[in-house]
């Protein structure tokens, strides 16, 4: 099993930034994918930003040049630096493991609120 904690949401103006953490602990593989995904009221969830093993990585358009991911193999952690905030940004922000052991294991974070607003 795989338990992944968030913290770093909150409250933010408009053009703001925010960073947002990960920690992921438990039966973790040497090669896995982390990531954050985001679901705003009423809409599904979907992918913000996704780093592999390997340091490749892959955005949504919406947060291209805005966002960045980052993790430290050494201790497990994703984090997600972003700037000039919006107000569509706004979501509750889930952290994402996936890894493949047979079959594609994928687990998730109990989300944290990210909130931008004047």
């Known amino acids: 099993q795989v338990q992944l904690v968030e913290s770093g949401g909150g409250l933010v103006q408009p053009g703001g930034s925010l960073r947002l953490s990960c920690a992921a602990s438990g039966s973790i593989l040497s090669i896995y994918t982390m990531g954050w995904y985001r679901q705003a009221p009423g809409k599904q969830r979907e992918l913000v930003a996704v780093?592999?093993?390997?340091?490749?990585?892959n955005y949504a358009d919406s947060v291209k040049g805005r966002f960045t991911i980052s993790r430290d193999n050494a201790k497990n952690t994703v984090s997600l630096q972003m700037n000039s905030l919006k107000p569509e940004d706004t979501a509750v922000y889930y952290c994402n493991l996936r890894q493949v052991l047979g079959s594609v294991l994928i687990y998730w974070g109990q989300g944290t609120q990210v909130t931008v607003s004047s």
């Open positions: 780093i592999g093993s390997g340091g490749s990585t």
